[in-house]
């Protein structure tokens, strides 16, 4: 369909279908790579991805014209969706119901990427527990003097707390410069929860390493050459890149689940790409899925937090 002018309809069988258009345009000028390279990556990553979005409100960059060129950002799906497209209407606190387009179908995932959007942005609860987070998510944002290696690790440190209070995580490249540690959540978790849990786990990587870490939400204010444990995306409505998203980067990098035995110095993230994803997938399965299978029960999560609130007593104390 590229070679052909770059427009025409995808079939997903049966009446399903999705007209695509301009699949010849460049999207990522550095590499070459097009729109239609974009669509082939996301359907031959689909059986990964899709596990990870299923379900979920996916919250839109769009990039009409590339990496480089304009971006705006789109939650509601508007009033004319393609037939097959999952959307789901969900009230916001802003605007009251809202229709907003949900993960779990490789037609509709197709339709957002035809509007222009190269990320993959599913919320950390489903529609079905929409007040009920089932991931907690940390971001560590490093200043632009920090080396990756220095992420790498604090990543380890942050697992490490984690590990000591029988909390399972995960942990992917965020695919820009930073990563993205993971807690799964047991059902009924509260939002409220979810963020004291990241703030906890946040506020003791930054005491025991106020060289290193900062919870200083304003850049202005932070100390140079920190990471940022950022702690504040816990929230209703917020979203987070997918594992396996491409990322909107000159080299088209890749949000890529990591093992702990890749948490090493020579780590980069420019290794893990649109066109290097799949065979990695094709060989080592979806890692991701793996590591958030194990979700503590809420006792646990609850003796998990308290721990490390007296973990971080004892630290404000020294």
Not at 222 to 243: C, E, F, L
Not at 271 to 282: E, G, I
Request: charged letters at 20%; aromatic letters at 6%.
């Amino acid at each position: 369909m590229e070679r052909g002018g770059g427009d025409g309809d995808i079939s997903f069988g049966g009446s399903r279908r999705l007209h695509v258009s301009s699949l010849g345009k460049t999207y990522f000028p550095e590499t070459g790579a097009t729109k239609g390279a974009l669509m082939r990556y996301y359907a031959h990553i689909w059986p990964f991805l899709r596990p990870h979005v299923d379900g979920r409100p996916l919250v839109l960059q769009r990039h009409p014209d590339g990496v480089g060129g304009p971006v705006f950002f789109q939650q509601n799906a508007g009033p004319r969706v393609p037939d097959g497209v999952r959307v789901e209407t969900l009230d916001t606190v802003e605007e009251g119901p809202k229709p907003r387009f949900v993960g779990g179908d490789l037609l509709t995932l197709l339709h957002t990427v035809q509007l222009g959007a190269i990320e993959v942005h599913p919320w950390l609860a489903r529609t079905t527990s929409i007040d009920h987070p089932d991931r907690c998510l940390i971001d560590l944002d490093p200043a632009d003097d920090v080396p990756f290696s220095q992420v790498v690790a604090l990543t380890r440190d942050i697992l490490a707390i984690a590990k000591q209070c029988e909390l399972p995580a995960a942990v992917k490249t965020s695919g820009a410069s930073g990563m993205h540690i993971v807690i799964p959540l047991p059902p009924k978790t509260t939002w409220a929860t979810s963020a004291e849990l990241a703030q906890l786990l946040a506020g003791i990587a930054a005491a025991s390493q106020p060289e290193v870490a900062t919870t200083e939400r304003s850049i202005r204010k932070r100390p140079k050459g920190t990471i940022y444990v950022d702690a504040m995306q816990n929230a209703r409505g917020k979203s987070m890149a997918s594992a396996y998203s491409v990322r909107a980067k000159p080299g088209a990098t890749v949000s890529t689940p990591l093992s702990p035995r890749e948490l090493t110095p020579r780590l980069r993230t420019s290794t893990f790409t649109l066109r290097t994803m799949a065979a990695r997938v094709t060989r080592k399965g979806d890692t991701w899925g793996e590591a958030l299978a194990k979700v503590p029960t809420a006792r646990a999560l609850k003796q998990a937090m308290r721990a490390l609130e007296e973990v971080l007593g004892n630290a404000a104390t020294t």
